[in-house]
């Protein structure tokens, strides 16, 4: 080898791996820069939605699934409208809707497909969890946004940052049900905060006992919660003379009450539903950890595997297994893990009618969100197109998962629509036999 030749080699890989170590470099950079903007979006949508009167309430930075991804949702806002789920997204350039698709224009032009399809399937997550209606929002937060002029998109309201509060405001009152600041406070409770916030304004709209309990009483008057609720302004008020003296033994109360919430939290699921039943002349001997463990005998496995395949067109039709009696899910494909989420549910029993009672769903009904299409079956009911005369034995509810092409038109996701209502329409009427059969032996 020639003089110098080793160390000369050793200087030109040492170069290479300094080569690939800015690249890397750069690439986190750029990706640090693309969560840095969106950080400054989500600050100046906050800041819009702070402009809300009293009566609105704003969560930001939520999780959706706490405890099990990290996937987050931006801001939830709950008004006399309903509920809100807004997604910020400061792109840069300017933003176009083309052939039923929304469009991002920098030096080209990028589909956005993917993210109306995100959060309409958020929304529709949480709609199920909480059985009331939440409406999906983009707010555009980039320098370029002010120009959009605010419209749906597949099933997505797609509005400039700066018209958010206006359109918020414009929205019909929803019908009668749960107040805001219980309803707010519930938000809160089912999805946690993402990252922890100690400022002064930080999110401590806490769901207690007091409140589930209360709910169905006349609420005596209190203060505005402190979160993100927004306020017009008005005359200063006297603030309330406080004790400063300290009480004994605040701090082992305060921690005998945490306790006694926790206990509430893993007990009363199954406490509640006993007492209830006891109060609807259900037989004294049923008590807390008695019911039979979920098995074939649950009612919503009467829709089987293969009038499944059959009847979405589907190779496979995989039960996913819940703890529930009255919950049945099936996944369409194999799954990747076992939280993927399910491609058809089934629910049934007391749940079921606290979502009836919510929605004021009285009849029959088909109800479509992006990505997703539902039937909903109060009891001795019937669904339009049906054809063999069948009646829900009992209520239920089954929804089914559907996806849209890439980049698909207006046109073309109003067929995929139509044709999955179809779908949950047969899958409803199939159930409801096999419930009337189940019934009847």
């Known amino acids: 080898m020639a003089a110098g030749g080793s160390a000369q080699s050793r200087a030109e890989k040492l170069r290479a791996e300094a080569a690939q170590a800015r690249a890397r470099a750069d690439a986190l950079e750029a990706e640090a820069g693309a969560w840095a903007a969106g950080a400054d979006g989500e600050r100046r949508v906050a800041g819009v939605l702070g402009l809300l009167p009293v009566g609105w309430h704003v969560h930001h930075d ?31 350039g300017g933003t176009s809707v083309h052939d039923g698709n929304l469009w991002q224009h920098t030096s080209s032009s ?28 983009i707010a555009l937060a980039g320098g370029r946004s002010a120009s959009f002029p605010r419209q749906r998109v597949r099933g997505v309201e797609i509005i400039p940052a700066d018209d958010l509060v206006s359109w918020l405001l414009d929205q019909p009152p929803a019908p009668d049900g749960q107040g805001v600041e219980l309803l707010s406070r519930r938000v809160a409770h089912t999805y946690p905060p993402a990252s922890a916030d ?15 309990l209360g709910a169905e009483r006349t609420p005596p008057a209190r203060t505005a919660s402190p979160v993100a609720t927004s306020s017009s302004p008005g005359p200063p008020r006297r603030p309330a003379r406080r004790r400063t003296g300290r009480r004994r033994g605040s701090v082992v109360s305060g921690l005998i009450a945490v306790a006694a919430l926790w206990a509430f939290s893993q007990i009363g699921p199954h406490v509640i539903p006993a007492l209830l ?20 005998s649950k009612p919503c496995l009467s829709l089987a595997g293969p009038t499944i395949r059959k009847l979405t067109g589907a190779k496979a039709a995989i039960e996913k297994p819940t703890a529930s009696d009255d919950v049945c899910t099936w996944w369409l494909s194999k799954p990747r893990s076992s939280s993927d989420s399910a491609d058809i549910t089934v629910e049934m029993g007391r749940m ?18 992006p990505g997703e299409v539902s039937a909903w079956l ?5 669904l339009p197109g049906w054809k063999t005369g069948a009646r829900a034995p009992q209520p239920f509810i089954i929804w ?24 949950v329409t047969r899958l409803a009427e199939e159930l409801a036999k096999a419930l009337a059969a189940r019934r009847s032996t």
């Open 277 to 296: 039943d006891a109060r609807k002349g259900a037989s004294p001997s049923a008590s807390v950890g008695t019911a039979p463990p979920p098995g074939p």
């Open 400 to 423: 089914l998962r559907f996806s849209y092409p890439d980049g698909a038109s207006d046109d073309k996701a109003r067929s995929v629509e139509a044709e999955a209502e179809k779908r």
């Open 378 to 382: 109060p009891q001795n009911t019937t």
């Open 352 to 369: 079921v009618e606290v979502r009836f009672a919510a929605s004021g769903t009285a009849g029959p009904r088909t109800d479509q969100q």
């Open 110 to 137: 990028s589909p956005k497909g993917r993210e109306l399809d995100n959060v309409a399937r958020f929304a529709g997550e949480m709609e199920k969890t909480l059985g009331l209606p939440v409406v999906p929002v």
């Open 198 to 212: 100690t400022s002064p304004g930080a999110d401590r709209d806490v769901l207690t006992v007091v409140d589930v």
């Open 62 to 92: 939520r999780l959706l699934r706490p405890g099990r991804t990290l996937t987050n949702l931006d801001h939830v806002v709950i008004g006399p409208s309903g509920v809100y789920l807004v997604d910020t997204k400061n792109w840069a």
